[in-house]
């Protein structure tokens, strides 16, 4: 029984995990989080033009992620930061 319990355990966390790192999950969260992050800079800074700011607001987006989240979106610009800032910034609209 205890390792029916255990391997249920085990199953659902790998499972949890799988999901949480799947690249279209990661994608779809940190474009909703470009959005924000304009939204918020935009309510503190009306008039300002996002362009001049976005890619500097990238960078705060790794803080949103877990350490392997973070890896798993690096790993699909290829380890290109910049490649992932753009796309942040672009995500901002």
Same mark, same amino acid.
């Given at each position: 029984?205890?390792?029916?319990?255990?391997?249920?355990?085990?199953?659902?966390?790998?499972?949890? !995990?799988?999901?949480?790192? $799947? *690249?279209?999950?990661?994608?779809?969260? #940190?474009?909703?989080? @470009? +959005?924000?992050? =304009?939204?918020?800079?935009?309510? !503190?800074?009306?008039?300002? $033009? *996002?362009?001049?700011?976005?890619?500097? #607001?990238?960078?705060? @987006? +790794?803080?949103? =992620?877990?350490?392997?989240?973070?890896?798993?979106?690096?790993?699909?610009?290829?380890?290109?930061?910049?490649? #992932?800032?753009?796309?942040?910034?672009?995500?901002?609209?």
């Amino acid at each position: 029984k205890q390792d029916l319990r255990y391997n249920k355990k085990v199953f659902a966390k790998n499972k949890a !995990d799988q999901e949480r790192l $799947d *690249i279209e999950n990661l994608l779809q969260r #940190l474009r909703h989080w @470009a +959005e924000d992050a =304009f939204n918020d800079y935009a309510d !503190d800074n009306p008039g300002v $033009d *996002i362009q001049d700011v976005a890619y500097d #607001l990238a960078d705060a @987006a +790794e803080h949103e =992620f877990e350490s392997d989240e973070w890896e798993e979106l690096m790993w699909h610009f290829d380890g290109d930061l910049n490649d #992932l800032k753009i796309y942040t910034a672009e995500s901002m609209g």
